[in-house]
């Protein structure tokens, strides 16, 4: 049962980062290295408590379905989507933004289980968990370089700049 944590300092206020954390149109901007395309549910816009979303991409060389939910949800402060069905025996990631004098302190927190016992162990010890760190980490660094300029106004489905505030 790998855990990854994460935390990325933001300079931006927690309600962007949020909504750019929970964003379709963002995710398949940071995730285009494995060609992930929303195929069912929410398909674009921002996603949202009850929802759910199928992805189709290419992770490992293997084409691939995932159907996540948002389980959690408590604007801006943190939420949680889950596994619904997919390549992991189960998964949760977790995601809390802390502001802070400076912005945001984004905590990502993958809980997850591989398929196939022993075998799936074996995946994750020798390449799987740090394959799944690397795409979290990308991924966040696509959030904070859209949340610490002015591209976050490119992503469909953000709200008004006023309703962001300013630290």
Known sequence: MPTITLKTQVKA???L???LSRSIDLHKISTSKTKEEAIA???SGLIELDETVTWRAT????RQKLTSKITEYDFPHS???EMVKGAFK???HSHTFEETHEGTIVTDI???DSPFGLLGKIVDALFLERYMTRF??????VIKQFAESERWKEVPGMREEEFYGCL
């Open 41 to 43: 549910g929410r398909t």
């Open 79 to 81: 939420f949680a989507d």
């Open 110 to 112: 993958f809980d997850y």
């Open 136 to 141: 979290l980490e990308e991924r966040n660094n």
């Open 17 to 19: 980062v949020f909504d």
């Open 90 to 92: 189960r998964f949760k």
């Open 13 to 15: 206020h927690p309600k």
């Open 59 to 62: 992770h490992l060389g293997i």
